[in-house]
């Protein structure tokens, strides 16, 4: 089995590939008929084991006690024949099939999933009286660095900033085929963070279908500016929804927010559990019994 690395767009391509073939020359002589592996005739029951194509060793493993191991013929290789040197073909000495390179096109076609295989029947390696195996082909999607396939969709992330977010916007996305696709988000319309939108028929073609696509789904993401003046604030309120009131308990404590990185409280619940792993867990207070 090959394994094919491939990336959107679909393409053809060409694969070389070393298999073993069987050689049916003999280049040394000349006027003579060959057969596989050597001239016509010249194939004869290997000495060594008797044709089985197997050899017996007694092993002694103690006193009174033998062992009988079966192993392959060290002379015909498990065939259970061999040819005479003399005789043997100059080209594949008497090994009946040679290396040989095989260049195969490989037609991947639309729609194609990770993991498909395409299979070559009939075009593997080649042996004397037996069928020759299959090539087979495994196809492996490579990421892309926007689209992400789900299926017969595409998904991809858009970045928006807010004013576009509250305000509307125009982008462009260029397709996996080089075509050029316009969205519009009109004034009046928010769109929220996260939301999902989609594009109908221009996500991956259906196999064996390839005029019928999936979606192209759009996942935004709105980023937020990290602080505003002070003095444009009375003009934004007066843009957007009034707050909620809130009334405030004569009891009530004040906080301070402060900021929590995700990945560092990570990493601080991760070493303090491995500081209690090499003290022999948390400690404990054991109740003393009188």
């Known amino acids: 089995m090959s394994c094919i690395n491939y990336q959107f767009p679909w393409r053809n391509f060409t694969r070389e590939l070393y ?19 050597g001239k016509k005739g010249s ?18 493993l103690g006193p009174g006690m033998l062992q009988h191991l079966q192993t392959m013929c060290s ?16 080209h594949c000495n008497g090994r009946k099939t040679i290396r040989d390179r095989k260049i195969l096109e490989v037609h991947v076609d639309p729609g ?11 075009e593997g390696d080649q042996e004397p009286d037996l069928e020759p195996g299959d090539i087979v082909i495994l196809l492996e999607e490579k990421e892309h660095e926007v689209f992400k396939r789900s299926r017969n969709d595409l998904i ?9 977010a509250l305000c509307g916007f125009q982008k462009v996305i260029r397709t996996l085929d080089g075509r050029d696709l316009v969205i519009t988000s009109y004034p009046g319309t928010i769109t929220k963070h996260g939301d999902l939108k989609c594009i109908l028929n221009e996500g991956m073609p259906i ?4 005029f019928t696509h999936g979606r192209l789904i759009i996942q935004f993401i709105v980023n937020f500016p990290k602080s505003i003046e002070p003095s444009v604030i009375p003009t934004l309120e007066q843009c957007l929804p009034p707050r909620d009131e809130v009334i405030i308990p004569d009891n009530a404590e004040e906080c301070l927010l402060t900021d929590l990185d995700p990945e560092q409280e ?19 207070v054991q109740c003393a019994t009188h």
């Open 266 to 284: 990570q990493r601080r619940r991760d070493t303090r559990q491995a500081y209690e792993e090499d003290e022999g867990g948390p400690s404990r």
């Open 156 to 164: 991809m992330r858009m970045q928006l900033e807010l004013v576009e």
């Open 207 to 210: 196999y064996k279908d390839p």
């Open 112 to 122: 194609m999933v990770d993991g498909q295989k395409i299979v070559f029947t009939g």
């Open 43 to 60: 194939v004869e029951q290997c000495t060594t084991c008797h044709g089985s194509g197997l050899q017996v060793q007694i092993q002694q």
């Open 19 to 37: 298999v073993n073939l069987l050689c049916k020359r003999m280049s040394s002589v000349r006027n003579v008929k060959a057969s596989v592996g």
């Open 75 to 90: 002379d015909c290789k498990g065939q259970g024949e061999r040819i005479n040197p003399r005789d043997r073909c100059k």
